[in-house]
T-cell receptor
Framework: EDQVTQSPEALRLQEGESSSLNCSYTVSGLRGLFWYRQDPGKGPEFLFTLYSAGEEKEKERLKATLTKKESFLHITAPKPEDSATYLCAVLGGTAGGTSYGKLTFGQGTILTVHP | DARVTQTPRHKVTEMGQEVTMRCQPILGHNTVFWYRQTMMQGLELLAYFRNRAPLDDSGMPKDRFSAEMPDATLATLKIQPSEPRDSAVYFC???????????????FGSGTRLTVV
């Protein structure tokens, strides 16, 4: 069974204080690792997809990296508007199998950035 | 931008009543998911469909929950009878997984916030 564990559960930063969120995973046949951002009262919003170890993706102050067992979301010089819950998910399964395309989420990290 | 539309946005109902939540996936997406989100459990997968066929509903309490896709533009999640422990936000998501090449993240709706009193 696919499993995703995120840490820490909550992270408080001062504006400009860089840090990283962790996502550890076990999956049969990784088809993609996804990062989402979720604001209160809204659905998760897609940020990145990573496919293979060593891959990196960047968007504004966010950079996602991937190894064979975990992914990191690095936040550089965060601003208060980066405050949200960040969710990691894995897409696994064998093409053509019934589990293919199943997206399994971690519990999320609640990020708060203080001005 | 294409969106996943969920109705209603909010629902308050009494214990024992039937609740139906609806989702309109993005046109052309072949996979539709139902998730439930609570503070304690996070996002739990309830059921998902590919090309309207149910693939996995092992996350649902089958005695009270049912999920269907009567056509490609509508997915429904029904709870009968509802219980206070069903109070949560229910999300629908749609996408098309690919065996090779890029896999873009599934698109989520805004959710239905269900309160059972």
């Amino acid at each position: 069974e696919d499993q995703v564990t995120q840490s820490p559960e909550a992270l408080r930063l001062q504006e400009g204080e860089s840090s990283s969120l962790n996502c550890s995973y076990t999956v049969s046949g990784l088809r993609g690792l996804f990062w989402y951002r979720q604001d209160p009262g809204k659905g998760p919003e897609f940020l990145f997809t990573l496919y293979s170890a060593g891959e990196e993706k960047e968007k504004e102050r966010l950079k996602a990296t991937l190894t064979k067992k975990e992914s990191f979301l690095h936040i550089t010089a965060p601003k208060p508007e980066d405050s949200a819950t960040y969710l990691c998910a894995v897409l696994g399964g064998t093409a053509g199998g019934t589990s293919y395309g199943k997206l399994t989420f971690g519990q999320g990290t609640i990020l708060t950035v203080h001005p | 931008d294409a969106r996943v539309t969920q109705t209603p946005r909010h629902k308050v109902t009494e214990m024992g009543q039937e609740v139906t939540m609806r989702c309109q996936p993005i046109l052309g997406h072949n996979t539709v998911f139902w998730y439930r989100q609570t503070m304690m459990q996070g996002l739990e997968l309830l059921a998902y469909f590919r090309n309207r066929a149910p693939l996995d509903d092992s996350g649902m309490p089958k005695d009270r929950f049912s999920a269907e896709m009567p056509d490609a533009t509508l997915a429904t999640l029904k709870i009968q009878p509802s219980e206070p422990r069903d109070s949560a936000v229910y999300f629908c998501a749609s996408g098309t997984p690919r065996a090779s090449g890029s896999n873009y993240g599934y698109t989520f709706g805004s959710g239905t916030r269900l309160t059972v009193v």
